[in-house]
């Protein structure tokens, strides 16, 4: 790894393959949600490949690429075009790919990375085009003779398919992994993906090569598929950063061809020497008209887009709320949302309510959800709940350990806070006549913590805070009850 650091630059673009969150799929009327279905049910004519058929564009599919180009940075096309992207494939059911080639949607866009410890940088999006996804071969073996054999499902086939493709512009696999999560936290936040790689509806293909330091010639390219989490990609990007590095030291020449990552072996393994894109026999597709997007269109489509999340992370750090926690916060519109409603629900002042509603998402909100493995759509307590026991605690109601006390009960009944502080008897106590007998039961039990503190140990008077604390059941007011214990 140190000869790739010092004496190689690693390059690295990214093709990734989204599927989007449309009823139907991208030219027909069969239900796009096929997940648990029985093999071959969402399915027609269509879908299948039959002669005869006739493709019809899925508008839902042209508004999600819109808004994802618009998310992204990119220009949006007022004139493009469908293609046929021919290549014989069991999984193929026509024998060539409704798919973009040289007028795409979206283009010329970049998103912004900024993986830890490094300054941000933009990373440039060469283009954002449509397809259709294929069907799903289903690869077996015979219990019996053991021999090989493969099964084709076309329920994904025609499924509406964004790609992404990514300027050559990244130069670590840290880098290639931040691009992703920030890639598919925008699908999720605008609302066009569910984004999953583990699901196989968000899947990234890396084109990996290397040149000398100092160099601005592009060394030859490998293009690692088979990739289904962020670790893979950023292993099978290392992975082959020490191979691509070896075999240039030994003199070796790196051909142009597609690998596919083993996660079992931690490694890539060779599949196939690298197809150019005159191998498709690309031409226009002559069944579907071209794609005209108006300058109205655009901007109604511009006017659906939510705050995207660094527009909100900057305004959460104007707010008081630190980078940390801001992108914590952000990771997610849902979580940012109830922080947020919480917020606004607690109505103190501003910056002190992002700040405690902060401090609850966060610590004890974040903590019950993944003791629970729930999501923040799932919590039971709605913001107005959440922002009644923040406040309780910040008027000093209850004390903090209390106020952890009520939560747990108002996640397990539904009830109010104050309604579990009054039946419970759980308000803080700050009357000192309620916590002299405390105070000095404390001191009487506790002869040398006292003996250390009038020695000149005053660190020993937290030591009996505690000891009252505890009598209490943590209602006391420590700072109450810190100053009888100086006086008695």
């Known amino acids: 790894m140190t000869a790739v650091a010092t004496k190689y630059e690693t390059v690295i673009g990214l093709e990734v393959h989204c599927q989007l969150l449309t009823k139907s799929k991208m030219f027909c009327g069969c239900s796009a949600d096929y997940s648990g279905a029985d093999p071959n049910t969402h399915v027609c004519p269509v879908c299948m490949g039959m002669p005869g058929v006739l493709p019809v564009i899925n508008e839902q599919a042209i508004e999600y690429i819109t808004m994802t180009g618009l998310a992204l940075n990119c220009e949006i096309s007022g004139f493009s075009k469908f293609d046929r992207k021919n290549y014989p494939y069991p999984d193929l059911m026509k024998g060539y790919q409704i798919s973009q080639y040289d007028l795409p949607v979206c283009h010329d866009g970049w998103l912004e990375i900024a993986p830890e410890g490094q300054d941000p940088r933009r990373i440039g999006i060469t283009r954002v085009h449509m397809e259709e996804d294929t069907a799903r071969l289903l690869h077996r073996t015979d219990d019996v003779t053991g021999e090989n054999y493969t099964l084709v499902d076309i329920n994904r086939s025609g499924t509406p398919l964004m790609e992404i493709v990514s300027e050559p512009d990244m130069r670590s696999p840290a880098e290639a992994r931040d691009y992703l999560v920030r890639l598919r936290q925008i699908l999720r936040y605008i609302g066009v993906s569910e984004a999953n790689m583990e699901d196989g509806n968000f899947r990234c293909d890396a084109n990996v090569s290397l040149r000398p330091v100092g160099s601005a010639t592009f060394g030859t390219k490998v293009e690692v598929k088979n ?257 009888l214990l100086e006086k008695e």
């Open 227 to 483: 990739m289904n989490s962020f670790r893979a990609v950023h292993d099978a990007i290392a992975f082959e950063e020490i191979r691509q590095a070896g075999m240039l030291d030994r003199g070796e020449r790196i051909i142009q061809e597609t690998r596919g990552w083993v996660d079992e072996r931690n490694e890539t393994v060779s599949q196939r020497t690298k197809e150019h894109a005159n191998d498709y026999r690309y031409f226009p597709e002559p069944d579907l008209p071209p794609l005209k997007l108006s300058g109205k269109y655009v901007a109604d489509v511009r006017a659906k887009l939510p705050e995207l999340p660094q527009s909100r992370f900057e305004r959460f750090v104007v707010l008081g709320i630190s980078a940390h926690d801001a992108e914590a916060l952000t990771e997610a519109r849902e979580r940012a949302d109830y922080f947020e409603a919480v917020a606004r629900a607690i109505n103190l002042e501003p910056r002190k309510d992002a700040k405690l509603a902060a401090n609850w998402v966060l610590g004890e909100v974040g903590r019950w959800l993944n003791a629970h493995n729930r999501e923040i759509g799932e919590f039971p307590l709605d913001p107005e709940q959440l922002a009644g026991l923040a406040r309780l605690v910040d008027e000093g109601k209850v004390t903090s350990n209390v106020g952890k006390e009520v939560f747990e009960q108002m996640v397990t009944s539904g009830k109010g806070a104050a309604e579990i502080i009054e039946a419970s008897g759980l308000a803080q106590i700050s009357g000192e006549d309620q916590l002299l007998t405390a105070v000095r039961n404390a001191i009487a039990a506790n002869p040398k913590a006292v003996a250390d503190y009038q020695s000149g140990k005053t660190s020993t008077i937290m030591f009996l805070v505690g000891q009252v604390m505890r009598e209490t059941r943590g209602r006391a007011n420590a700072g109450v009850v810190q100053g």
